[in-house]
T-cell receptor
Framework: DVKVTQSSRYLVKRTGEKVFLECVQD?????MFWYRQDPGLGLRLIYF???????EKGDIPEGYSVSREKKERFSLILESASTNQTSMYLC???????????FGPGTRLTVT | SQQGEEDPQALSIQEGENATMNCSYK?????LQWYRQNSGRGLVHLIL?????REKHSGRLRVTLDTSKKSSSLLITASRAADTASYFC???????????FGAGTTVTVRA
């Protein structure tokens, strides 16, 4: 079974802090994704990566950056957290870009 | 950008009844997928239907795809309490490499 793990289930940070969200997958998938999920808005793609050290902007990249130094690990970075970044963050991986995605359990981030 | 839109937003049914939800999208696609999300958890993939397929089954799930109407439906037969969840459709535009998710349908199955 594919396993996607995220570093924290719940996280509380203060405005202006630098925040790291980590995601690890164990299936040697090429593609990894970061989404945020807000009520009524569904999932919105922040960034994705189709190879090590490669990254592509999604629909809402502003205020975020990512890092993929190793194939299994994809990190989301909030350079200076703001209250409007309070959300559920979901990481996913897939073998092909358009194929089935495997999701982690999510990190519920609160920025105060 | 949000390509898919689910309808209805919420659905409440009695255990044993069928649940039907729909997804409409805007542009040509390669495939359409359905996912389930239990409260506060990650999404789980249910089924993928390709643009050249019209219907697909998986256990108690039946998915149809009508590319001429740019719409899909997910039917859950003989629903159970464990089917209580949010259901999302996800599409990939033909010239794109990633999925776009709708806002989801929340299904509540009453015992």
């Amino acid at each position: 079974d594919v396993k996607v793990t995220q570093s924290s289930r719940y996280l509380v940070k203060r405005t202006g802090e630098k925040v790291f969200l980590e995601c690890v997958q164990d299936m040697d998938h090429e593609n990894m994704f970061w989404y945020r999920q807000d009520p009524g808005l569904g999932l919105r793609l922040i960034y994705f990566s189709y190879d090590v050290k490669m990254k592509e902007k999604g629909d809402i990249p502003e205020g975020y950056s990512v890092s993929r130094e190793k194939k299994e690990r994809f990190s989301l970075i909030l350079e200076s957290a703001s209250t409007n970044q309070t959300s559920m963050y979901l990481c996913a991986s897939s073998l092909s870009g358009r194929g089935e995605q495997y999701f982690g359990p999510g990190t519920r981030l609160t920025v105060t | 950008s949000q390509q898919g839109e689910e309808d209805p937003q919420a659905l409440s049914i009695q255990e044993g009844e069928n649940a039907t939800m729909n997804c409409s999208y805007k542009t040509s696609i390669n495939n359409l997928q359905w996912y389930r999300q239990n409260s506060g958890r990650g999404l789980v993939h249910l089924i993928l239907i390709r643009s050249n397929e019209r219907e697909k089954h998986s256990g108690r799930l039946r998915v149809t795809l009508d590319t001429s109407k740019k719409s899909s439906s997910l039917l859950i037969t003989a629903s159970r309490a464990a089917d209580t969840a949010s259901y999302f459709c996800a599409t990939d535009e033909s010239n794109d490499y990633k999925l776009s998710f709708g806002a989801g349908t929340t299904v509540t199955v009453r015992a």
